[in-house]
């Protein structure tokens, strides 16, 4: 898949590049014709022949979107019953699941406040040359006080919330409530919720990697356009982008979650990272913290010490709920294309829709499947909420995929980290010596 998103890239900027040689090209025949035989012709802007060979890439870019969008309610929802259901029916639910959420949220809130502080201090999407079109005007959802949206994440009425790409929040607390209950109710209804979650999860996930081997026609005809559009110049901006998401990811995975098992742990994070180092592998290689979730278990229990107890409660509720690299994205990526409409439209990026993204990036990440692109997927949700346009989205689903390695990396990385924190509280010998 790296390969084919890799070649589907390359093959991208040189049918855009050569888009625009022909449309450039076209215009200077038809003048010379023009004026050396002097015979009224229409002259051929441009900027209409351009668009004119663009409108099939533009679809073929906006059916995969489509595609996309149309998973991400089914996907939340499946995801998030199944993987809190699993687990909210046990005895040990109280204590264990309290330590587990609350480590869980406060990575993640580390995470996008490292996002939140380098996306400000850099300020990259600030006048950048992304050639995004400007709306008049941007139709923020209603009340974005801190409050309000407090307040709004209680659906009045789920299946509304259900119907509104907008309405993330929402839906994924009724998830929340709603696997916890499966899991509380009692048989026989918990088993059989159970199974029906299981089993419609397991046909969205079929249908998510249906949809997701068209990436590389996807990564193609997006870059196709932009570069047919708008030349190389937008790779600029976007470079930028990527090393500053690259470098806050680094710095959360080397940093922040090393000196949360160093101090707070009293384990080695290089031994710890040692001993993680397959399933660190593996989601570098598949981008998708679900397909690593069994090598994850495997060297968190055999490698490192973790017992089985333990490593079944924990890692299958990371590896759904606890994305930090994903909910450090949602917040960088946002932030980015914010800057960029504030700075060259009339958006308004006041504290109040800072702190709005910070919330709604970590329900986005707590919302976001384990599959490739996940993240990105659910930044459109962000990007409808707060009224602006999801196009940017799709313009960096053209750069996703070597963020999109690095970010799950982080997130399996950190569910681990939050295994060996959880089961040396517990008792468990973590890396004991061979
Ligand atoms: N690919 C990520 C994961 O599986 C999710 C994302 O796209 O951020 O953890």
């Not at 929340?176 to 089993?199: A, K, M, N, Y």
């Not at 709604?360 to 499947?369: H, P």
């Amino acid at each position: 898949m790296h390969t084919k998103v890799g070649v589907a890239m390359l093959l991208g900027v040189a049918a855009g590049w050569a888009l625009q040689q022909f449309a450039e090209a076209s215009y200077l025949t038809t003048t010379v014709v023009k004026a050396g035989l002097e015979v009224q012709m229409q002259v051929l802007d441009p900027e209409c022949q351009r668009a004119l060979w663009l409108t099939p890439l533009v679809m073929a870019a906006d059916i995969f979107m489509r595609l996309l969008k149309m998973l991400i309610v089914p996907l939340v929802l499946s995801s998030i019953v199944t993987g809190v259901a699993g687990i909210s029916g046990g005895k040990e639910f109280g204590r264990l699941g309290a330590k587990t959420l609350g480590y869980y949220l406060t990575t993640s809130l580390l995470a996008i406040v490292t996002g939140l502080l380098v996306i400000n201090l850099t300020q990259p999407g600030v006048g950048a040359a992304l050639h995004l079109a400007i709306p008049d005007h941007f139709a923020p959802g209603e009340g974005s006080s801190f409050l309000d949206i407090l307040q709004r994440m209680v659906p009045p009425n789920v299946f509304s919330a259900l119907s509104d790409n907008g309405q993330m929040l929402q839906v994924i607390v009724f998830a929340l409530l709603l696997g916890f209950f499966i899991g509380r109710v009692g048989e026989p209804h918990s088993q059989r919720l159970r199974e029906l979650f299981d089993s419609f999860f397991a046909v969205m996930m079929a249908i998510a990697s249906a949809v997701l081997k068209l990436i590389p026609y996807g990564v193609f005809a997006l870059v196709a356009k932009v570069v047919g559009e708008t030349g190389f110049a937008v790779f600029q901006p976007l470079l930028l982008y990527m090393s500053i998401v690259a470098g806050a990811l680094l710095f959360h995975a080397m940093v922040v979650l090393p000196c949360l098992l160093k101090f707070v742990g009293g384990i080695s994070p290089w031994r710890w990272f040692r001993a993680m180092s397959p399933a660190m592998m593996t989601a570098f290689s598949t981008s998708s913290s679900s397909i690593t979730l069994p090598v994850t278990m495997e060297s968190a229990e055999h490698r490192g010490g973790v017992s089985n107890k333990h490593t079944s409660f924990v890692l299958p509720l990371g590896a759904t709920i606890n994305m930090d690299g994903t909910a450090l994205y949602e917040c960088v990526g946002v932030l980015f294309l914010s800057q960029y409409y504030a700075s060259s439209g009339d958006f308004d990026l006041t504290l109040g829709k800072q702190l709005f993204i910070v919330l709604t990036a970590l329900f986005a990440s707590i919302g976001a499947a384990g599959i490739p692109s996940a993240g990105l997927i659910m930044m459109t949700a962000i990007l409808s909420a707060l009224g602006l346009p999801t196009e940017g989205a799709l313009m960096l689903l053209a750069i996703d995929r070597p963020l999109d390695m690095l970010r799950t990396m982080v997130n399996v990385w950190s569910d681990s980290c939050g295994a060996a924190l959880i089961a040396k509280s517990e008792g468990d010998a973590i890396l004991p010596e061979s």
